[in-house]
């Protein structure tokens, strides 16, 4: 565990915060509203309930996964920018794993600029997770 007070930690820190809330609200989003067109086309296309049930279970899962990693991403980098010990690697898995998983979606889906989203929010917290910049 690491407490380190100067400046480029803090400013670390608060994007470690961002990240974290971001996380939150795309799991939000996600569990919310995500769902509503797969079932759409679904249902149009006489997709089987079972089918349709299950890839709705799924569905909420990533939700809970998503949240799940805001939330110790959202405690750690709080804990961070008090100035307490925190855990780099809870910040790194987070982070880490919204990055590879939207690289991953952006070319597997074509290039979908909806994927975008978890590159981004795995950028913001790997700074804080890995020193990147800190002499």
Known sequence: ADALPERPMKIRAYLGIAAGLFMLAGAGAHGLTGFLPFQVAFQTARVP??????????????????????????????????????????????????????AWAFGFSGFNPHF????????????????????
């Open 49 to 102: 309930f079972s089918v349709i049930h299950g890839s709705y279970i799924g569905w909420i899962w990533g939700s809970f996964a998503m949240a799940g990693l805001g939330l110790v991403t959202l405690v750690e980098s709080t804990r961070a920018l008090r100035e307490r010990p925190f855990s780099r690697p809870v910040i790194a898995f987070a982070g880490c794993t919204f990055l590879v998983f939207g």
């Open 116 to 135: 975008l989203f978890f590159v981004a929010v795995g950028l913001m917290a790997i700074p804080l997770a890995f020193r990147i910049g800190v002499a």
